[in-house]
């Protein structure tokens, strides 16, 4: 079992910088494939951004050249860093690991998942 917990959300202006953080406990998840998805209010869970465990990586359009997502297998993390943030990048960020190593942008192929954690964007 692996358990994930985000940190590093807040409230931002655009333009600003944040930087996401996932830690896993329970084992190591250094050859499980992470994303991250957002969901804002009102609409549909969407992907952002996923990392297989080679580093191998895909992004969605709306954030490809603004986001950066990495891993410490060490640390057991994975982090998502938001740079040129916008009003609509406003959501609750989640992260979820799968039970294998092959990145997709289904969160439906997901098994694991953390709490989330708000990022506010004000223009």
């Known amino acids: 079992q692996v358990q994930l917990v985000e940190s590093g959300g807040g409230l931002v202006q655009a333009g600003d910088s944040l930087r996401l953080s996932c830690a896993a406990s329970g084992r190591t998840f250094s050859t499980n494939a992470v994303a991250w998805f957002r969901q804002a209010p009102g609409t549909e869970r969407e992907f952002v951004a996923a990392?297989?465990?080679?580093?191998?990586?895909t992004y969605s359009d709306s954030v490809k050249g603004r986001f950066t997502i990495s891993r410490d297998n060490a640390k057991n993390t994975v982090n998502l860093q938001m740079n040129s943030l916008k009003p609509e990048d406003t959501a609750v960020y989640y992260c979820?690991?799968?039970?294998?190593?092959?990145?997709?942008?289904?969160?439906?192929?997901?098994?694991?998942w953390g709490q989330g954690t708000q990022v506010t964007v004000s223009s």
């Open positions: 979820a690991a799968r039970r294998a190593s092959i990145l997709t942008v289904w969160s439906s192929d997901y098994y694991y």
């Open positions: 990392i297989e465990w080679s580093g191998g990586n």
